[in-house]
């Protein structure tokens, strides 16, 4: 059975500096994927330890399936866990390693045999039980993991940055298998990840952790829309990020030009664009009704097949743009170019 | 001088360093099989001395008297052993001191030891005798256990006692099925360092033994002092055999705990 889990003002502190867990509010909703997303340091695997049960907190309630789990130890909170290393038993069989755990649920032998066969078949390792688990790939080892994982038929599921050990082609296909095996089984899942396109890509929720505090949380979409600091809005991507006055319906930069956005957010003083919201036009190009438009001049274009990135500057701002590979207009270093976008595409900040 | 020069050095001085090892060795073994008892040569192969080896009854008691202090040590500092490693591992406070703590007595000269332990066992009423010998022993090798358990626990991935946990083991059966399989090899090679120490330890046992009991190296000694026959030859190319067929497996089964 799927199940919630709840963490409701949960800290931890391993001595003195910036606490690991400060605070922290979060709900991952019974069968969903939850991206806890931060740079190393930021707590997010303590978060995922106190939830396993490998960790004590110091004050905060952690609720699994409703019911309070801090006085558990981890043996007895159902949960199924996928480290970083994977950590598969090296002195067993790729069939013992998945039944580990039914073996301590006591399951007859016949029964325990079929939920292996089940498990692999989820992972698409049938056939590979009677393998010894250095005798595997990286890809399968971490498909192992998962089978061992979900074997047991957990309340919800740990993942520690998963496909970080993994090469870059095997981690995209992983990211989509991960995701299948995850909606097949209908299991809640916590997911710790530094990597920001991971989050985005897989999760349903993610939360962005930042020196032991939960700073934002939302669907991918939106937090990567509307991030609420300039932190946000840069750990999620490239991002240009405006300083100014607050104006009506925007801020005024420091050299006068008016940004606007659509908004409601009175006294704002910072704001952010994405680089693919952002159309370069030659000075001399019409600039739509009612967008923003900003003159800067051409430091460098990248390009990189698919898309290209412009870099541009206008005083002691920099700015940066993203085109398709082929197109924004024909342009060298040291133009002058507008950067125009819709209002609705500023994303205004907290100070 | 050249590369290929330096490299044919090397090799010389490493061949002169174990000439100098094992040649002594290598003399005493080759005098056991030599038929004449006054090391005459001409070398007349003979198989004499191990017959009477075969026959000589103080000489055999004293062989077993040794075996089974060294089984039984190696069974008792394994145990206590591996359990202070794994405890050390777990860090508590004061870690470091422990562990710095553990090596002393390997550097310490045995005749101090002996020294010290025959007292302390005649204050707390163990005195002498193969009891005496064999806590002594166990007190020798617990140290090479804690280093070589130690070593490899190392290398143990501390997620894998925890995905166990996760799985729904308790802390022991984690332990048992996860973390002391991991730990077999470097288990093995500290018994049979354990072995290694006890059965060919002198001092300690010279010292705590009773009088009429005693083990092989102390009744090869009291056999050298009495007048020296080609018997002792014999009954040392067999322990040496013995102790160097162990250590090369600890050897072996570290390397191998590196590897894994």
Known sequence: MSAEIRLEGVSRRFGPGTPAADAVDLVVPEGSFYGLLGPSGSGKTTLLRLVAGFETAD????????????????ERRDLGVVF???????NM????????????????RRERRARVEEALALVRLEGLGGRRP?????????RVALARALAVRPRALLLDEPLSALDRALRAEMQVELRRIQREAGVTTLFVTHDQEEALTLSDRIGLLRDGRLVQEGPPRDVYRRPRTAWAARFLGEATVFEGTPAPGGLTLPDGARIRWSDAAPGAALAAIRPEDVTLLRPSDPVPDGWNALDAELEVSIFSGPTATHRLRRGDLALAALTKGGEGPAAAPGDRLILAWPPERTAPLEG | MSGRGWRNAGRLWLGLVLLFLYLPIAVMAAMSLNASPFYQLPFEFSWRWY????????????????????????????????????????????????????????????????????VFFFLVGIGRGNGAVLVGHVALAIPYVVLVVSARLRALDPALEEAARSLGASRWTAFRRVTLPFLAPGVIAGALFAFAVSFDQFVISYFLQAPGQTTLPVEIYAAIRKGFTPEINAVSTLVIGVSMALLLLVARLVRFGDLR
Do not use: K
Request: charged share 15%; proline share 8%; hydrophobic share 50%.
């Open chain 1, 84 to 90: 970083q290393s994977y950590a598969l038993f090296p």
């Open chain 1, 93 to 108: 069989s790729v069939a013992e390693n998945v039944g580990f755990g039914l073996r301590a649920r006591n399951l007859p």
């Open chain 1, 59 to 74: 004050a905060g309630r952690i609720l699994i399936g409703g019911a309070p789990a801090e006085a558990l130890p981890p």
């Open chain 2, 51 to 118: 017959d009477d080896l075969a026959g000589n009854r103080q000489l055999q008691r004293a062989a077993w008297t040794s075996i089974w202090i060294a089984l039984a040590t190696a069974a008792i500092a394994t145990a206590l052993g591996t359990a202070a490693a794994v405890a050390l591992h777990r860090g508590p406070r004061g870690r470091r001191v422990l562990e710095a703590l553990l090596f002393p007595p390997i550097a310490v000269p045995w005749l101090i030891t002996g020294t010290a332990m025959l």
């Open chain 1, 134 to 142: 250095h005798a595997l790939s990286g890809g399968q080892r971490q």
